[in-house]
């Protein structure tokens, strides 16, 4: 399974920058999970293939790319964009994005192929496939409705937490899971900003410590989701909790699983 985080900042000379604004992680160039720099950083490949969008939850960083991504293939889409998400999330995408304010509310409208956008919704804790991959949704703890993924293609798998506080049922499910390749969590601000983590629902590096102990899997695990204005002291603190099997999850690079 190829697994990359796209990139979602350049720096001066147009190189991918590791500044995470954005998350959108696309799978074996063809599902892309959540949306932020989808039609930003896509390859070709990946613009010619991602047709399917499975979401955590609608907050902006998560879904800005995706009425870009949309728009930008419009007139050339002869199957329909699947966007996989709770109920709760595409009431939300309807609402407050494709509500012809914002931008064109594109489940409506149609070109020369038919129909351009088709929501897929999805049910907590019940597996379902998305092309040839098996995904289960698990609510994890964060400011508004939101889930965390574990996917599998049948040989190797991954857990993502998306953005989340403190979990429990999450770690149970990744727990009794098996063929597990590896853990992405997420780790969006430093030890200082434990309120700013806490009122947002979201870790530093002392609370992700103690979540890992809640891990029994022995697998690589990848920290993702820094804030990026706290990249730099976000992986320094990382790194001083020395544990074995964690490490940053680097932007833009393809990993294998
Ligand atoms: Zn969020």
Redesign the pocket.
């Known amino acids: 399974m190829k697994f990359q985080l796209l990139p979602s900042t350049f720096d001066e000379n147009g190189r991918a920058s590791k500044r995470q604004h954005l998350a959108c992680f696309v799978v074996d160039d063809l599902i892309a999970f959540d949306a932020g720099s989808l039609a930003i950083s896509t390859s070709v490949e990946q613009r010619k293939n991602v047709r399917d969008v499975v979401l955590s939850?609608a907050?902006l960083?998560?879904i800005a790319g995706l009425p870009l991504y949309i728009d930008d293939l419009f007139a050339t889409i002869k199957r329909p964009i699947q966007i996989h998400a709770t109920a709760e999330v595409i009431e939300i995408l309807e609402r407050d994005i494709f509500n012809w304010s914002i931008y064109p509310r594109f489940s409506e409208l149609q070109n020369d192929y038919g129909v351009v956008l088709e929501y897929c919704p999805f049910e907590v804790e019940k597996e379902f496939s998305v092309k040839h991959l098996m995904v289960k949704a698990i609510n994890v703890n964060?400011?508004?409705p939101?889930v965390g993924f574990i996917v599998s293609d049948g040989k190797s798998g991954f857990a993502l937490t998306n953005?989340t506080a403190e979990v429990s049922r999450f770690w149970e499910v990744i727990n009794e899971t098996e063929n597990l390749s590896a853990v992405l969590v997420e780790c969006a601000f430093p030890n200082e900003l434990s309120d700013l983590a806490c009122n947002s629902h979201h870790l530093t590096p002392q609370v992700l410590q103690k979540e890992l102990g809640k891990l029994k899997q022995n697998c690589p695990i990848f920290v993702v989701n820094i804030k990026p204005m706290y990249v730099e002291q976000v992986s320094r603190q990382i790194q001083e909790l020395e544990l074995e099997n964690l490490r940053i999850l680097e932007v833009g690079k393809v990993y294998e699983f």
């Open positions: 939850h907050h960083d998560h964060h400011k508004v939101s953005d």
